[in-house]
């Protein structure tokens, strides 16, 4: 993938991970929106948050995201059995013309 | 409430054709800009194709570019995916997505249609 995710993370219930989502200088480097989302198991992927740090009603502000030079950032807090599933970041890419790029997903595992 | 239901998937023979549709409702279709996702079982995202609320601007993937065609139609609240030339590869759960125009996020998404190519 054109973003890097780690495959997976774990925490247990209560407490915080971060995901992490690494581009380069034609894609978040360059200055390009990153956005996340939420997939449980079963469903369709979820906007959690769009434009670097900005949350969509009705997602718990434990969920917050930052960016910073070529990489980007998914924090979760107070960690529940029901974040368990896989998330997503997304960007564009300034060298594939007009394309959106997801990374692999980084699958969360609640213990 | 808002809803995007997408339908014509199926079984089809690597070379074949299909075509998905998009179905909007519960929200003006016609304000956003709209996008096809896949997702190979097991695997992650992959975005496919957008085209503009007006339906003059549209992009691709370098995967598809060639054999699939997104269009819409604001007057019966669809988006549509022309698939030619099926490969096997292209076997997936297929997704459309609004965009809001104020940002590229997409907030919405259908529960997707499955596509299979094999002989």
């Known amino acids: 993938s054109v973003l890097t995710q780690p495959p997976s993370v774990s925490g247990a219930p209560g407490q915080s991970v971060a995901i992490s989502c690494t581009g380069s200088?034609?894609?978040?480097?360059?200055?390009?929106?990153v956005h996340w989302y939420q997939q449980l198991p079963g469903r369709a992927p979820k906007l959690l948050i769009y434009?670097?740090?900005n949350r969509p009603s009705g997602v718990p502000d434990r969920f917050s995201g930052s960016k910073s030079g070529t990489s980007a950032s998914l924090a979760i807090t107070g960690l529940q059995a029901e974040d368990e599933g896989d998330y997503y970041c997304q960007s564009f890419d300034s060298n594939l013309s007009g394309s959106k790029v997801f990374g692999g997903g980084t699958k969360l595992a609640v213990l | 409430q808002e809803q995007l239901v997408e339908s014509g998937g199926g079984l089809v023979k690597p070379g074949g054709s299909l075509r998905l549709t998009c179905a909007a409702s519960?929200?003006?279709?016609?304000?956003?800009?709209m996008s096809w996702i896949r997702q190979t079982p097991g695997k992650g995202l992959e975005w496919l194709s957008y085209i503009s609320d007006s339906g003059a601007t549209t992009y691709y993937a370098d995967s598809v570019k060639g054999r699939f065609t997104i269009s819409r139609d604001n007057a019966k609240n669809s988006l549509y995916m022309q698939m030619n030339g099926l490969r096997v590869e292209d076997t997936a759960l297929y997704y459309c997505?609004?965009?809001?125009?104020?940002?590229?996020?997409?907030?919405?998404w259908g529960q997707g249609t499955l596509v299979t190519v094999s002989a």
């Open positions: 997505a609004r965009e809001p125009p104020y940002h590229g996020g997409l907030d919405f």
């Open positions: 434009s670097n740090n």
């Open positions: 200088s034609s894609n978040i480097g360059a200055g390009y929106d």
């Open positions: 519960g929200f003006t279709f016609s304000g956003y800009y």
